[in-house]
T-cell receptor, first 111, second 114 residues
C-alpha cells in the first residue's frame, strides 16, 4: 500500500462544476503539499498546509490531521484547470525535507 | 517564478554512457532535490542536498550519484546509463522563502536511454 493515496485517479467534469480530489496518507507528517502539473510537464506548487484550510482564488485545500486526510476543491471549474493534481507529504513548515508523492489525479474539464 | 533551470532539457544517450544533468538556482535556497517521474509511479526522490557538499540518498538512488560544490548548482550523474533510467527528471528547491519551505520545481529533463 502506498504511503500516499489519491482518489479518484481520473476525473472528468463539465465547466462550472465543483470538483473535489482526495488524498489520504499513512505516515506522520509535518506538512502536506498540493501540486499541479499541466500537459507539457511543468510542476507548480499550489498549497503547503499543516492544519485547517487555505484558499487561493477558486482553489481550496483542507487537511484533517487526525484522520490523515486532505481534500483539494476547485470551484466553478474551467477547462484551463485540466491538469494532473498531485498530493505529497513531508517537508515541513520549519525545514526542508523529502517528499513522498501520490500518483496524481488526472482532471479533465470539458467546455 | 522561482529561478530554477535544468540542462539539458532533452537528451538521448546510449546504454553504458555516462550522463550528467545540471540543476541551477538563483534563489540561494538551502535544499535541492532530484526526482524522477515515471508512469504508474509518480514522482520519486533520487537524492537531495541540504547544503553545499551535504547530500543524502532518496528511495531510488541506485545507479545515480550527485554533487553540490556550490549553493546554486546540483548535479545528477548516471555513471553508466541503463534503459531503466529512461525517465523525466525534475529538480526542485526549497527555502525558506516568505517563511515557507514549499518546493519549487524546474522544467524537467526528458532522458531517453537507447
Amino acid at each position: 500500500k502506498n504511503e500516499v493515496e489519491q482518489s479518484p485517479q481520473n476525473l472528468t467534469a463539465q465547466e462550472g462544476e465543483f470538483i473535489t480530489i482526495n488524498c489520504s496518507y499513512s505516515v506522520g507528517i509535518s506538512a502536506l503539499h498540493w501540486l499541479q502539473q499541466h500537459p507539457g510537464g511543468g510542476i507548480v506548487s499550489l498549497f503547503m498546509l499543516s492544519s485547517g484550510k487555505k484558499k487561493h482564488g477558486r482553489l481550496i485545500a483542507t487537511i484533517n490531521i487526525q484522520e490523515k486526510h486532505s481534500s483539494l476543491h476547485i470551484t466553478a471549474s474551467h477547462p484551463r484547470d485540466s491538469a494532473v493534481y498531485i498530493c505529497a507529504v513531508g517537508g515541513g513548515e520549519t525545514s526542508g525535507s523529502r517528499l513522498t508523492f501520490g500518483e496524481g489525479t488526472q482532471l479533465t474539464v470539458n467546455p | 517564478d522561482a529561478g530554477i533551470t535544468q540542462s539539458p532539457r532533452h537528451k538521448v544517450t546510449e546504454t553504458g554512457t555516462p550522463v550528467t544533468l545540471r540543476c541551477h538556482q538563483t534563489e540561494n535556497h538551502r535544499y535541492m532535490y532530484w526526482y524522477r517521474q515515471d508512469p504508474g509511479h509518480g514522482l520519486r526522490l533520487i537524492h537531495y542536498s541540504y547544503g553545499v557538499k551535504d547530500t543524502d540518498k532518496g528511495e531510488v538512488s541506485d545507479g545515480y550519484s550527485v554533487s553540490r560544490s556550490k549553493t546554486e548548482d546540483f548535479l545528477l550523474t548516471l555513471e553508466s546509463a541503463t534503459s531503466s533510467q529512461t525517465s523525466v527528471y525534475f529538480c526542485a528547491i526549497s527555502g525558506p522563502s516568505m517563511g515557507s519551505y514549499e518546493q519549487y520545481f524546474g522544467p524537467g529533463t526528458r532522458l531517453t536511454v537507447t
